[in-house]
């Protein structure tokens, strides 16, 4: 029988339990007591968790606990691992942990004001922050909420693959302000750099352009966009008859972590009136150190920027900003009106649902607030800085390993290298053996036709140790196949 109302005294032992449980994964997932990752296959994970047996018959309680939940965390990818070098999530910090577990006692989809003010006010705090990193916001402090054209506006989504989506859509407004009411031309173009995520292909057919409207941009071997080219792409294809209206910059990309030259881009949009989106969902953490912010030069001339909390900024999935260069497009996107509506605001607050795909939206800018209530900008600028200095050294090292080449310098934390003695279509299986020993997560990369091994070098605790160690699991999986 379900009793709703709580028994504080038996929620609250179960809350201390399971985070100890929490706690203690954590600090053995640390000091590697545990694997980073061992798959095991869908049908032994289901038997291990009892997960029928808990849907039929219920009864999960302070006395069992340990049954579903060691299984549970025994069998999870463990980020905290310090061989968790893999893909381009946060290990996350401990505030945005709290943040979520917050969310999931008091339940404030803050979409609507009044559904959760206290986090849509965080909210829009921190896309004051991120549009102040970018240079798009001019306000007397981050606290300043006036309508002004002159500032940015953005809100927070679930995920960068949304907020790519949300800014396709912005630009498509901009360009196209009946398409909402009578649909697309079937002309339209984007210039696309091949190596963009593929949630922009995806977002291009989601649009209802067809896949088509994607044109490559010219690029270099490395993936890179080559801006000088750019005029070529563009008059081809409007000599085919499309209708280009928007670029697409990464910065960076994903495979390789290399960041596109968005001001020469940039100068080639402007003088073609076309809508410059840059895609930092990975790398515009850059913005925060003073080192590496040069590799987004021009990022303020671009009109839309998406930037992923939960990727450097050390979120849980997930916290994503869609970043626009003027609040109208905010407006715009969604919209039959063409009238500037202001940000959406109430007699209260102002509800920031009228701006995304979403309706209800967790409180995604509380995870963020919580790292940086807690590190400050400083800590979170430090951690960019190092990760993106690590990576470096790691590059140094292994480059300097007789039997291991690295195809570039790493401009990020993203590496990509791979094992000489085996061609590059045997890279993937050499990955998978690394896997299958537990140890280390790592994840591979196609540049052009060619496989490397890649790291994501979002780990505090990866150190210049792990990566020796890694190049020797490397080896010793390579005498296995
Ligand atoms: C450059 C880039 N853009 C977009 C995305 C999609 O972001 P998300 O996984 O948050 O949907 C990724 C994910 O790795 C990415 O690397």
Redesign the pocket.
Known sequence: MIDDKSNSDTDETLGHKVWSALQKYRLDSENRQSTALLQQKAQFLVDEMGLENWIRKGGLNLENLSKFLDPYLRHSNHLHHPGFIGH?VAVPHVGASIADMIHGVINNPMAVYEMGPTAAVIERVIVNWMLEKIGWFSGANLTDFTDNADHGGGVLTH????A?LTALLAARAAHFPDSWENGVPDNLGVIVPTAS?Y?MARAISISGMGAQASCHAPVDELNVLRPEKLQQTFDQATDQGREVFMVVA?AC??ATGLYDPIDEIADFCESNNLWLHI?G??GASALLSKNRRGLLKGIARADSVIW?A?KMLRTSA?C?GVLFRQQKHLAQTFSQEEDYIAFGNTEYGFDAGTFTVECTKAHLGTKLFWVLAMEGEQGLSDFVEKQYFDTKEFYNLINSEPDFECPYEPQSNILCFRYLPFPHEQQVELRKKVLEHGNFYITSASIGKKSYLRLAVMNPLTTMQTIKNLLDEIRTCAKLL
């Open positions: 381009q995920g960068g693959s949304l790519n995520h949630s990464n990309a994903t895609d969902a990975h992923d939960h997930l994503a």
